[in-house]
């Protein structure tokens, strides 16, 4: 029996991996000898690194990079030398937990670290790049990115930029001549379900910059601002990519992978997917074990428990999901192909509890499935 296990993490209880192997502990406590194949699943957002690496058999770096306000900062991401690939999640570098609310101030975060965490990646050897955007404080659409990686950006008295959205501004020459040549050498997945443009009322700056400080004045100087910077990067590139969708996740960094990169911009589990080899691990399956912290009515909306059920589906393999929360609405899930829908806390108790039991709640109620199947069977 062939069971694949494709669980994203369950938020605050367990990684996917932790999940994966409470999994594998609850079938072959009815199963002994059954074929389990764990592929921990993300959908772009936190754990995603770590799901890819485990997935993919890759390995945990570290770089010394830094933080929207220009302090040292230690970032990981992943690497998988023999595919040359490296995994980043944009949070780790620009994440909004890096700066206390406090110091949160869009118009001067500057994005430089995660270009500088590309440098990294490109030493490294990485001519493939999977990016999950979301979790970003900045909202410079990218500028501090470009910056690290050699671009120049000056004012109308050729002076160099300082960090952040607002000088964006007084752009006047963005030049490209400096640029790290590997950059137009390296292609980029872009895992986000993000479809905001860069600018306007559904923009970056107007949608997501006052999550990330901006009062209510500065979301017309910073969405201006990237207008500047919009126009600078079409006359510069060629691709005016200020309407595209998704150009405004993360502070406008889709627009500069869409811009300055060979890239692609997809849901986030389906990258995930692909990179993961999902589907070919799929193939002769019995049965889909997945799941999260929360399934409900939401979870359509390109959450990994649908995006591992649409990949099941096209495969005639049946799928089963297990949750911490079963929320409201969740039964819509059924019309997509969803064999079950399962709980796995145990009892009444309080969210810290049920949190720190999840592994050995996720264990019980997979063995109580198989427990089920097999006396079906």
């Known amino acids: 029996m062939k069971i694949v296990l494709a669980p994203d993490s369950f938020k605050e209880s367990m990684t996917a ?10 079938v072959r406590a009815v199963v002994p000898d059954a074929h389990c194949v764990g592929v921990p699943m993300a959908d772009g957002g936190e754990g995603t690194t770590a799901a890819l690496v485990a997935a993919t058999g890759g390995e945990l770096v570290a770089a010394d990079v ?16 023999a595919q040359a690939l490296a995994i980043v999640e944009v949070a780790a570098a620009v994440g909004i937990d890096l700066v206390a609310p406090a110091d949160r101030d869009p118009l001067r975060a500057s994005s430089a670290g995660l270009g500088e965490l590309v440098r990294d990646a490109l030493d490294r050897g990485a001519r493939r790049l999977v990016v999950g955007l979301g979790g970003s404080v900045t909202n410079d659409g990218g500028a501090g990115m470009m910056q690290a990686l050699g671009a120049s950006l000056r004012d109308a008295g050729g002076a160099e930029l300082p960090p952040g ?8 020459t963005l030049d490209l001549s400096g640029l790290d040549p590997r950059v137009r050498e390296l292609t980029v997945e872009i895992a986000s379900d993000v479809t905001n443009p860069l600018l306007g009322p559904q ?4 949608v997501f910059g006052p999550q990330k400080g901006a009062t209510p004045d500065a979301v017309p100087l910073l969405d201006g601002a990237l207008g500047v910077w919009a126009a600078a990067i079409a006359r510069a590139t060629g691709r005016d990519v200020a309407a595209r969708p ?5 502070g406008g960094l889709g627009a500069a992978f869409l811009a300055f990169f060979e890239s692609t911009m997809a849901r986030g589990v389906d990258v995930v997917m692909r990179a993961a080899r999902l589907e070919d691990r799929m193939t002769g399956a019995d049965l889909v074990l997945t799941g999260e912290g929360c399934v409900d009515a939401q979870t359509v909306r390109g959450k990994t428990p649908f995006g591992v059920a649409q990949a099941a589906s096209r495969h005639g393999v049946p799928v089963i999901a297990f949750a911490g929360r079963i929320g409201e609405g969740a039964e819509v899930l059924y019309d997509y192909g969803f064999a079950a829908l399962v709980p796995i806390v145990r009892s009444v108790t309080d969210l810290p509890t049920a949190l720190a039991d999840g592994p050995a709640n996720l264990q019980a109620a997979v063995e109580t499935v198989f427990r089920v199947l097999t006396l079906r069977r």
């Open 17 to 26: 991996h932790q999940a994966v192997e409470a999994m594998e502990r609850g």
């Open 203 to 206: 923009g970056a700056s107007a």
């Open 246 to 250: 998704g150009a405004g996740a993360a």
């Open 165 to 172: 959205a607002g000088p964006l501004a007084r752009l006047a």
């Open 66 to 81: 830094h933080d929207p306000l220009g302090r040292p900062v230690r970032a990981r991401y992943g690497f998988v030398p």
